[in-house]
C-alpha cells in the first residue's frame, strides 16, 4: 500500500542544492474530455451500536474519510439499517433500524446516493423501508433499488459535468419484502436485471449495478456473486458495486475498449461488528467519462472503535497513473505523449544515464532533466548513516539534476538519490521516473515527481519495471505521469 504524497526527504533526495524559484503552474496539453470520480463503500448501518457514537460524536465518526468524500463528484454507500422509528418486525434478530436523522449525518458526510435492497432494508416493514426514503430524501441523498414496484426497479442517474451516471441496485439474498403490491427491495432475476441495464444503457454513459449478497465473511471473491458480476458485465455494466459479506474481497478489472471494475464485497464502511477483517472496508474510487471507466484506485479503512480512518491505498495494478495524489490502475490504454527524452552530446555534470527535455517548473521554458552518477562525495548527514549505501562498485553516487538547455547550467540537483533513475519523461510540472539500483540495472520500481517551485515532491513508487511517459488521464488538459507495461 502506498500513502498519496511524500514531501522529498533525506531518505531520496539528500542535500539539494536550491535555483530560481519558479511558480507550479503547467503548460496545457489537447485535453482528452472531462472525467468524474465516484468513490464506493460497502455496508453503512448506522444503528445499533453505532448509534451512541454518532449521538455523542457525530463529527468524529466521518473526520478521518470526510476529505476524501468530499473530493470525489459522486459518493454512494449500502444502506444496512432503516431508517425509521417503527418497530422491528423482521424475524431477523439483529435491529439495526436507526434514527432517521442520522441521514443528515451521511448527508453531511457526503453521500450522494444510497443502496436499498439488502436483508435488512424491511425489517420494520414497508413503512419502515418507505421512512428510509423520505428521511434520506430530506436530507438530500438519492436512493436506489427501494419503493413500489415502479420506483424500486427504476433507475437513477446523475448528471455531473455533462456526465450521465446511472445507478440500479438489486438485493441477491431474498430476505427482504419484495416489491410488488406493497413496497419493497428490488430482488435479483437474470432477465429483469438484463433489460433495465439494456434499456439504461441509452439513458447513461456509464452504468452502476449495486448487488447485495454473497457468502459472509469469505474473503475470498464469492463465486456466486462472482457469477452476478460476470453477468452483469455480460450486460453492459460498467461498475458492479457488490456488499455482503461484510468482509473486504478482491477488485478487479477488465481492460480493454469497453473496460469494468467489479467488487464483489467492499466490506464494512460504518458498523458495529468486531474483528479487524469486520472492520475493516475498501474505498473503491473509479474515473470515469463519457465512454466509460478511466481508471480506478482502491483504498482501505477502518474503524475498530466506529470511528473511520483512511488507512492507504493500494497498489495499482497493471499500466497505472499518479493522478489526484495517488496511483490509480488504468483500464484501457494511455494515449501517451510525444516522447521527452532526449540525447546529450556532452554533458559535463557526470556520467549521463538518462534525460529528457520539457518545462517541468512550469515557467513556460523548457529545462533538461538529467539522471546521472558522479564520484561520491559524502555529507555530514550521510555519515550519521553508514548503514545507507550511498556509492555504486564504482564509486559513483546517483543524481538528478535540471539544467538549462542551451548550456546545461544547473537549475537544481539533487545531492544524491538512493533507487537511481534509469528512465524518464518530463510531464506538465511532474516527472514519470522508473527506477533501478546502484549496482543493478534491471527496472525495480516507478515513480512520480511533481515540481514544487524548489525542488519536487515524490509520489511513494510502485514496484516494478515498465516505462514512463505522460498522458492526460483525468481530462484536465495537463500530462500526468504514467508507467505503462508494468512487469
Known amino acids: 500500500m502506498r500513502s498519496a504524497l511524500l514531501l522529498v526527504s533525506a531518505a531520496l533526495l539528500v542535500g539539494c542544492t536550491d535555483g530560481p524559484p519558479s511558480p507550479v503552474t503547467a503548460t496545457s496539453m489537447a485535453s482528452s474530455g472531462t472525467t468524474v470520480r465516484i468513490a464506493l463503500v460497502g455496508d453503512v448501518m448506522t444503528g445499533r451500536g453505532v448509534a451512541d457514537v454518532l449521538a455523542n460524536d457525530p463529527d468524529g465518526v466521518f473526520a478521518g474519510v470526510r476529505h476524501l468524500l468530499a473530493a470525489a463528484d459522486l459518493v454512494g454507500g449500502n444502506l444496512e439499517s432503516p431508517l425509521t422509528t417503527r418497530p422491528h418486525v423482521s424475524g431477523n434478530e439483529n435491529r439495526l433500524e436507526a434514527d432517521p436523522a442520522t441521514a443528515v449525518l451521511l448527508a453531511e458526510a457526503g453521500f450522494d446516493v444510497l443502496s436499498l435492497p439488502n436483508n435488512h432494508s424491511t425489517d420494520a416493514g414497508a413503512a419502515g423501508l418507505l421512512d428510509t426514503i423520505t428521511a434520506a430524501g430530506n436530507a438530500g441523498i438519492a436512493t436506489v433499488g427501494g419503493g413500489a414496484t415502479e420506483t424500486a426497479y427504476a433507475p437513477h442517474i446523475e448528471t455531473v459535468d455533462g456526465i450521465r451516471i446511472g445507478f440500479l441496485a438489486y438485493d441477491a439474498t431474498g430476505v427482504g419484502i419484495p416489491a410488488g403490491d406493497e413496497p419493497g427491495v428490488a430482488g435479483w432475476d437474470e432477465a429483469t436485471a438484463s433489460e433495465a441495464v439494456a434499456d439504461l444503457r441509452l439513458e447513461a454513459d456509464v452504468v452502476v449495478v449495486s448487488i447485495h449478497g454473497g457468502t459472509e465473511y ?21 461498475i458492479v458495486w457488490g456488499h455482503g459479506a461484510h468482509v473486504v474481497q478482491p477488485v478487479t478489472a477488465t481492460i ?21 477483517d469486520r472492520t475493516t472496508g475498501y474505498m473503491l474510487e473509479v474515473m470515469v467519462d463519457t465512454t466509460g471507466v478511466v481508471a480506478y484506485r482502491v483504498g482501505v479503512t477502518e474503524h475498530p472503535d466506529r470511528r473511520i480512518e483512511f488507512v492507504d491505498w493500494l497498489d495499482p495494478e497493471g499500466d497505472a497513473a499518479w493522478v489526484h495524489g495517488s496511483w490509480w490502475s488504468l483500464t484501457r490504454p494511455a494515449t501517451v505523449a510525444p516522447t521527452t527524452t532526449t540525447s546529450l552530446d556532452q554533458f559535463r555534470h557526470g556520467d549521463l544515464a538518462a534525460a529528457a527535455e520539457g518545462d517541468v517548473d512550469g515557467d513556460g521554458s523548457r529545462e533538461v532533466v538529467a539522471s546521472f552518477r558522479r564520484p561520491h562525495r559524502s555529507t555530514p548527514f550521510m555519515d550519521t548513516h553508514p548503514e545507507v549505501q550511498w556509492a555504486d562498485g564504482q564509486g559513483r553516487s546517483a543524481h538528478v539534476g535540471v ?68 498522458a492526460d488521464i483525468d481530462g484536465d488538459g495537463r500530462s500526468d505521469p504514467v508507467i505503462i507495461d508494468r512487469r
Open 256 to 276: 480493454g475498449d469497453r473496460p469494468s471494475v467489479v467488487a464483489t464485497s467492499l466490506g464494512n464502511f460504518l458498523f458495529d461488528q468486531s474483528g479487524p
Open 403 to 470: 539544467y538549462t538547455p542551451d548550456d546545461l547550467a544547473e537549475i537544481w540537483v539533487a545531492g544524491s538519490v538512493l533507487m537511481p533513475v534509469a528512465t524518464l519523461e518530463v510531464c506538465d510540472g511532474t516527472l514519470a521516473v522508473v527506477h533501478d539500483r546502484l549496482d543493478d540495472s534491471t527496472p525495480v520500481a516507478g515513480g512520480a515527481w511533481a515540481w514544487n517551485g524548489f525542488g519536487f515532491d515524490t509520489a511513494l513508487t510502485i514496484p516494478g519495471g515498465g516505462t514512463p511517459a505522460c
Open 218 to 238: 469469505l474473503p475470498a471473491t464469492d463465486p456466486g456473486m462472482a457469477e452476478i458480476a460476470s453477468y452483469l458485465v455480460e450486460a453492459g455494466v460498467d
